[in-house]
């Protein structure tokens, strides 16, 4: 998540739950103690989710939720995410604090003034 945001930092994207991020290939980034919750949350032994869900990100610097063949991620189910209120803080970010290349032609977050979504209690 070390990319940059591409979009004007003075403009606020709320996320419609739309799930095209979702459904983006690439990894889905475990910080420190989001596999845990994660687990928990489906109700998983941990070391069952570790073996079954995830695998090693692609920089091998951690864990990554693994995805299905057509590269969605593994966590949606019938176009809902399964574990969003637990989501890891990549999820999170997005499109906000990250994005990739060409984003603004699947994602269907709305455009808000930093001002107004402040307002609106969408973002701090």
Same mark, same amino acid.
């Given at each position: 998540?070390?990319?940059?945001?591409?979009?004007?930092?003075?403009?606020?994207?709320?996320?419609?739950?739309?799930? $095209?991020?979702?459904?983006?290939?690439?990894?889905?980034?475990?910080?420190?103690?989001?596999?845990?919750?994660?687990?928990?949350?489906?109700?998983?032994? &941990? #070391? @069952? &989710?570790?073996?079954?869900?995830?695998?090693?990100? %692609?920089?091998?610097?951690?864990? %990554?939720?693994?995805?299905? @063949? #057509?590269?969605?991620?593994?966590?949606?189910? #019938?176009?809902?995410?399964?574990?969003? $209120?637990?989501?890891?803080?990549?999820?999170?970010? &997005?499109? #906000?604090?990250?994005?990739?290349?060409?984003?603004?032609?699947?994602?269907?977050?709305?455009?808000?003034?930093? @001002?107004?979504?402040?307002?609106?209690? &969408?973002? @701090?």
């Amino acid at each position: 998540m070390t990319r940059e945001p591409d979009h004007d930092p003075n403009i606020w994207y709320q996320c419609d739950r739309c799930t $095209a991020c979702c459904k983006w290939p690439g990894d889905v980034r475990l910080e420190d103690g989001e596999a845990e919750k994660i687990a928990e949350y489906l109700e998983m032994d &941990f #070391n @069952e &989710f570790i073996d079954q869900l995830t695998r090693l990100r %692609s920089d091998r610097q951690g864990l %990554s939720i693994i995805e299905k @063949e #057509n590269h969605e991620c593994s966590m949606l189910e #019938n176009n809902q995410c399964k574990i969003h $209120a637990v989501k890891p803080i990549q999820c999170q970010g &997005f499109p #906000n604090k990250w994005n990739f290349k060409g984003w603004r032609q699947v994602c269907h977050a709305k455009a808000y003034p930093l @001002e107004k979504a402040r307002q609106l209690g &969408f973002c @701090e």
